[in-house]
């Protein structure tokens, strides 16, 4: 069951605030404060051919007229049939190599393309794609992942396509011969170019509920401008480390290597140092990457404090851990921002001089597993706003041990829900209800480098 929605309860906060009068110079107190949220953005427009008007009854090539401008379909029709799947009266149906093509440019490029499909009548899977072009269709640069179509539901597949100028779409039918397949609801949105920015670590929400108090000294909330995390006084370790990835994060400052202590740990606490991994065969690794954040010096250093690092088996972190983290920033090298969780779990874990529960004499607890959830976005404005049940989710749980090695990161794709299973955590709980069911019970299938 997902916690409180913490996104209405600021909300609600900074209305009630404003209504007196006196929170103006205030916000800053709020803890949790929904980074740059306040000020209304321009959103991007979008346009939908719906494929109601215009006729086509014959496979033939031919163009037709319709609501948004010409389209060219070759070995496809508009369908009125019983048998196919529509949202109103019509929609197109294709087969064989069929083609549909937009014979006019959208001047306003386009952000991202939407469209719903679905089989016709009882035929078998088929499979298509979505080409672009930014030259009046002289030439096509393919979007995305092949799409496979064999649900008889119609079904909305997402494409980020985030290009500028004059675009034009074409879909291409490009398997399941004479079966068919039928397209509707063509819709893009305009191109809106944004700046990456330096977001809120925490824009998703606090998974295990984290307070800034003594009084909870195994979920004690820590909160860093380079990212926030919930750290355990038993564990020695963080629960949890939350962070947003953008270019607006990332330079060329030098991998500072300076592990401390972290001299924010509430008085009395026992502070691990820099020296207490030392001769355990377990790496410190940490949890917010230095890489990710190397856009100044006072930025990489803080990655290096204890609160972020956990015993982590050196094959593990140095390679398939490695290997994740550097995907990671390709995302971002893309034209993607990310919000990023990370942590441990369990107690046991085998490093370069075997297993072992505990290490140092401040009993530091090695974890079994390590995991990560990743949300991946394309670079914009009001993030969780841009969480749809088709935004990728990249979920994994790894083995803290030395053989983990042996496979590549995206063998340990798992769901968002299973690490909340094992965890009890509540990841994404800022995002609305109905959208967490659909993107936690994923397994992601996209590629891994």
């Known amino acids: 069951m997902k916690k409180f929605n913490r996104l209405s309860y600021y909300a609600l906060v900074l209305f009630l605030g404003i209504s007196i009068g006196f929170l103006s110079c205030q916000k800053e107190e709020i803890a949790y404060r929904i980074h740059e949220q306040e000020i209304a953005i321009p959103k991007a427009t979008s346009l939908t051919e719906n494929f109601e008007i215009g006729t086509k009854t014959a496979y033939a090539g031919a163009s037709v007229a319709l609501s948004t401008g010409s389209w060219y379909m070759n070995d496809a029709l508009l369908g009125t049939l019983t048998t196919d799947r529509k949202n109103g009266t019509k929609s197109v149906r294709m087969v064989n190599a069929g083609t549909l093509t937009m014979q006019f440019d959208r001047s306003t490029g386009a952000g991202t393309v939407e469209v719903y499909h679905a089989v016709f009548g009882s035929d078998g899977s088929s499979t298509w794609e979505l080409y672009v072009s930014a030259n009046g269709g002289v030439s096509w640069s393919k979007v995305g992942s092949t799409v496979t179509t064999s649900s008889t539901t119609l079904n909305k597949v997402t494409f980020t396509v985030n290009q500028s100028g004059n675009v034009r779409f074409e879909i291409r039918k490009v398997s399941g011969g004479a079966n068919r397949i039928n397209i509707d609801d063509f819709t893009f949105t305009d191109y809106f170019a944004s700046t990456a920015t330096r977001d809120n670590n925490m824009a998703m929400g606090n998974p295990s509920g984290a307070v800034s108090s003594t009084s909870y000294p195994n979920n004690y909330l820590m909160t860093k401008t380079q990212y926030s995390l919930s750290y355990s006084d038993s564990k020695k370790t963080s629960n949890w480390v939350s962070w947003h990835l953008s270019s607006a994060w990332l330079g060329s400052t030098p991998r500072q290597d300076d ?191």
């Open 259 to 449: 592990f401390r202590a972290d001299e924010t740990l509430p008085t009395g606490w026992v502070r691990v140092s820099g020296t207490d991994y030392s001769g355990s065969g377990f790496d410190r690794g940490h949890m917010c990457p230095s890489a990710d954040r190397n856009g100044s010096v006072t930025d990489n250093s803080s990655t290096f404090l204890m609160t972020n690092m956990v015993p982590q088996a050196p094959n593990n972190n140095q390679v398939t851990w490695a290997n994740l983290e550097n995907y990671c920033r390709t995302l971002v090298s893309q034209g993607n921002e990310l919000y990023i969780i990370s942590g441990p779990w369990g107690q046991g874990g085998t490093g370069s001089a075997g297993y072992k529960t505990t290490i140092s004499t401040k009993n530091i607890v090695v974890p079994s597993h390590v995991w990560k959830v990743i949300v991946v976005l394309p670079v914009g404005n009001n993030d969780v706003s841009r969480v749809s049940s088709s935004t990728r989710v990249i979920a994994v749980w790894m083995p803290n041990t030395q053989t983990v090695n042996s496979q590549p990161w995206g063998y340990y794709r798992t769901t968002v829900d299973y690490i909340e299973s094992q965890t009890s955590y509540d990841f994404l709980s800022i995002v609305p209800t109905a959208i967490q069911s659909d993107i936690e019970a994923k397994v992601d299938n996209g590629p891994t480098n």
